[in-house]
């Protein structure tokens, strides 16, 4: 039961509703936060909707959306979801949004935007000097606008703390998956994965998402099966010569299938792959490291820190401090680098 970790004092979660309010986004913040939970215990998030200007207010896909009340809310929420925003910056945010955002920040809620609503917080001032993400698509649009903000266009999501943001709109089941696993620990951060059928942790970030077309529904049936094979033993040299052959392919066709298929070169895959088995290990048992590093596939506990620090910009040590089961732990870590 989430009991077991210690919980923010505030589980208020409010997502803003607006006019031509983007509904995937708002679908991710409540399926996260909003959907009643009775297995995860009394000291679950309460979530509620608060529309930013009078209604009706017309969500994409044609339906309406009747909230919870409207900016006095943000007054008592300890997170806040900006979920997206209508044109990026087709249209200014309004006065008193700022405002209201500016007063929650102030006193210590946190916020958090998902793809275009990263320019909410832009024009609440509150990235300035900071680091920020958004969806590919708006990354040299927000850079341009924004000088002061360090735009991360590569990355999943940006942790700064108290002020966090995703990029493309599915990025922002990472970031809220991130929040619950700061809040809660990565077990129960896990299980709402499994609920939604997603993965607790993906690997890299959107760059692999850009312009790149979708692989042909045979390179998954040939792949599936070898990727299961390379996973079942991350511990063992697999040269790219000889997953070539057992793909039954040139050396050349495997490489360029398997980059289509995955966005990234066998090594590249390999490297992730043993990063993540070495994650699941730090958090979910007490093995040293160099231990977790031989069962990972690293050889030695002095590859498994150069490759974590590398990717994740932390150490095996600290990571395991931070996300080990029962512990809540501290967010830096989890920013994908």
């Not at 309004?94 to 917080?121: D, K, N, T, Y």
């Not at 609440?124 to 990354?139: C, M, V």
């Not at 089941?173 to 620990?185: A, E, N």
Request: aromatic fraction near 8%; charged fraction near 20%.
């Amino acid at each position: 039961m989430p009991t077991s970790v210690q919980i923010m004092p505030n589980r208020l979660v409010v997502a803003l509703a607006y006019d031509r309010l983007c509904t995937f986004e708002f679908g991710i913040a409540t399926e996260v936060f909003g959907l009643p939970r009775p297995e995860m215990g009394p000291d679950w998030y309460r979530f509620a909707v608060c529309a930013i200007e009078p209604g009706p207010l017309r969500a994409t896909g044609g339906f309406h959306v009747i909230a919870d009340g409207g900016l006095e809310l943000l007054e008592d929420a300890g997170t806040i979801v900006i979920p997206g925003w209508r044109g990026a910056m087709a249209e200014p945010v309004p006065p008193a949004l700022i405002e209201s955002l500016r007063r929650a920040h102030a006193r210590g809620a946190r916020l958090m935007s998902i793809c275009s609503g990263v320019f909410v917080l832009a024009a609440a001032g509150l990235l300035s000097g900071r680091k920020a993400t958004t969806h590919w698509h708006y990354a040299e649009q927000l850079s341009a606008a924004y000088p002061d903000i360090q735009v991360e266009p590569n990355v999943l999501y940006v942790d700064e703390g108290s002020v966090l943001t995703s990029a493309g709109s599915a990025a922002g089941i990472d970031l809220c998956l991130h929040v619950v696993r700061h809040d809660f620990g990565p077990e129960i951060a896990n299980r709402i994965a499994r609920r939604l059928v997603v993965p607790p942790h993906r690997e890299g970030g959107q760059a692999q998402f850009v312009e790149r077309p979708v692989p042909p529904a045979r390179e998954g049936v040939r792949f599936g099966p070898l990727f299961d094979r390379m996973r079942s033993r991350l511990t063992e040299e697999q040269p790219v010569a000889e997953l070539a052959v057992e793909a039954g392919m040139s050396l050349r066709t495997f490489l360029r299938r398997f980059k289509a298929a995955t966005g990234m070169p066998p090594g590249e895959w390999l490297l992730t792959a043993r990063l993540l088995r070495a994650r699941e290990l730090l958090e979910t048992t007490t093995h040293s490291i160099d231990a977790i590093a031989a069962a990972s596939g690293f050889g030695s506990a002095a590859a498994l820190r150069h490759h974590f620090r590398a990717r994740l910009g932390t150490s095996p040590a600290a990571y395991r401090i931070r996300f080990a089961r029962n512990n809540g732990g501290d967010a830096d870590a989890a920013r994908p680098a």
